[in-house]
């Protein structure tokens, strides 16, 4: 989804919008906005039963740290309301100040924690057993993928609560996290964008599982009752009262799970906000604030509808409202497919490759094995342009930038940039006034993109 929606928007030069992916004036017609309003209402959902369970972990901590009984509804409900005022200031902040600084501040203090694990819990262990974890899920990939309802009902059980409740779960998250990374990867090649996407997560994935859910099972088997805890939120806090500094680590964890899904909810504000504004980099303030606070508000009301109980209905609800999700991600591969076919890059590759082997069998046929191949003025089915149209419609249209309201941008040859983007100066050229082809010469009379 991000790579999709990235090429459309800083290669194509279309709004950051699902709808987007699908034509360069897709995300103004009905469908397009049914598509962004669907991907709208997944990402609050989505993102509110994030909150919410990450508020039942916080106050768990909180109980632990203080000695405090069973926390009602209404502490519960105060926690969301400060990490909602806390992220809402980083979302108005913008990507670049708030938003940065929380993830960097959250990423160091995650490595600290997973180290402070590695390094006090069993260290030898871990270290034997993250190649162990890396070869075992290698192993059993192919096996894992081919698990169906027809094993048994044991697989058909572990396949409907684990494997298929986490796939809609992440396609519920698609829009969100797509369009959220592919504005922060602006100026990256898709190479660069799907290795990082690829392969920094789950580098990452794999060390905190081994190294978190690794202790837990070396606890487990020492003797430490760590699968009986009451609640998957007592687990990772009885995990870390059995290690040193157990006064000071559950502290560090809460700051971590505040700071997690702050991030989390900041980023998914501004991505909402952007995606009603018909995909605006820099959205109003005040559509900012609206989404944050309908994201604490969804998640306060199901807290207090139905504590744990109701956030795992909002879980369901996701999973079934992924499905649209599903059928648009399907949709999108030939539409992604299709943009990527009449991108200048790959119109250069086909042109060159169709040139060489043009002029190879012109010279094989002609000269047997001795002849060079040489550049010069040729027309009819020989040239390597034949029936290739470079100014045509489909080649050409693509590159025409719009603004947020669909409407195509003029480029001012003279002052190389775009009417929107260059500065206000008294010497523009007249009305009407248009560049001669020297002026046009250094791109040739194309814009940047089209260049």
């Not at 929380?102 to 694990?117: D, E, G, I, K, P």
């Not at 837990?216 to 003797?223: H, N, T, V, Y």
């Amino acid at each position: 989804m991000g790579a999709a929606v990235g090429y459309a928007g800083y290669r194509r030069g279309r709004p950051l919008l699902m709808s987007a992916i699908f034509g360069q004036r897709a995300h103004l017609s009905v469908g397009g906005r049914l598509i962004d309003m669907f991907a709208i209402v997944g990402i609050l959902f989505a993102t509110s039963a994030s909150l919410g369970l990450g508020t039942l972990q916080i106050g768990r901590g909180l109980q632990i740290i203080t000695g405090l009984g069973e926390l009602g509804n209404a502490v519960l409900i105060a926690i969301i309301a400060v990490l909602t005022c806390v992220f809402l200031i980083s979302a108005v902040s913008g990507v670049a100040k708030g938003i940065r600084r929380l993830s960097n501040f959250n990423m160091v203090l995650a490595a600290v924690v997973a180290f402070f694990l590695f390094v006090a819990g069993p260290t030898v262990f871990l270290l034997n057993f993250i190649p162990s974890v890396v070869g075992t899920y290698f192993g059993e990939m192919f096996q894992m993928l081919s698990l169906s309802a027809s094993w048994g009902t044991e697989a058909e059980e572990f396949m409907r609560s684990w494997t298929l409740f986490y796939w809609a779960w992440w396609v519920s998250w698609a829009p969100f996290v797509g369009v959220f990374v592919a504005r922060i990867s602006r100026g990256r090649t898709l190479r660069q964008y799907v290795s990082v996407v690829l392969l920094a997560p789950t580098v990452i994935c794999v060390l905190a599982f081994s190294v978190f859910g690794g202790t837990a099972i070396w606890l487990q088997r020492d003797g430490v009752d760590i699968a009986g805890a009451a609640s998957p939120e007592d687990m990772l806090f009885r995990v870390l009262d059995a290690l040193p500094f157990a006064q000071i680590t559950p502290i560090a964890i809460i700051v971590l799970l505040a700071v997690f899904f702050i991030t989390s909810a900041d980023s998914a504000t501004l991505v909402m906000a952007s995606m009603s504004q018909q995909g605006k980099p820099e959205p109003d303030r005040k559509i900012i604030i609206f989404w944050g606070v309908a994201l604490a508000g969804v998640s306060s009301v199901m807290l207090a509808v139905g504590g744990a109980n109701a956030l795992q209905g909002l879980q369901d609800l996701v999973t079934v409202a992924a499905l649209p999700f599903a059928v648009i991600l399907l949709a999108l591969i030939p539409a992604f497919l299709r943009d990527l076919s009449t991108d200048p890059m790959s119109l250069r590759h086909h042109y060159a490759r169709t040139a060489l082997d043009n002029a190879v069998r012109q010279g094989m046929d002609e000269h047997g094995d001795d002849f060079a191949l040489e550049v010069r003025h040729q027309e009819g089915p020989a040239a390597a342009g034949h029936a290739v149209d470079s100014t045509g419609e489909r080649m050409s249209s693509w590159y025409q930038r719009t603004d947020e309201n669909g409407q195509p941008v003029e480029y001012d040859y003279r002052q190389d940039t775009y009417v929107d983007a260059r500065p206000a100066v008294a010497d523009q050229p007249a009305a009407g006034e248009r560049p001669t082809v020297d002026e046009r010469s250094p791109r040739n009379g194309r814009p940047p993109e089209q260049h």
